[in-house]
């Protein structure tokens, strides 16, 4: 399997059993990082420098809220 570069998040000291280095970026397969990426712990670096980070309107962000049509009322 191919491995991807990941920027871990602040505050989190292991990953996959590994210690996170200074640079808080790992290498790791989809595999090793699916865990730590699905609570938010982990974001894969190409997507961060193209401005879009995995988990964007889960921390930070609100959501617009939707009208009554939207909302299915008549």
């Known amino acids: 399997m191919d491995k991807h ?5 602040e505050g989190i000291s ?6 996170v280095p200074k640079s808080r ?3 790791l397969t989809e595999r090793e ?3 730590d990426s699905s609570l938010g712990r982990l974001t894969l670096k190409s997507t961060r420098e193209a401005g879009t980070t995995r988990g964007a309107g889960r921390k930070g962000k609100v959501a617009p ?4 049509e ?3 009322e008549a």
Do not use: I, S, W
């Open 5 to 9: 570069t990941y920027v871990v998040a």
């Open 14 to 19: 292991a990953v996959n059993g590994k210690p």
């Open 25 to 27: 970026e790992m290498r």
């Open 33 to 35: 990082a699916l865990f």
């Open 65 to 68: 809220e939707l009208t009554g």
């Open 70 to 72: 939207e909302q299915g």
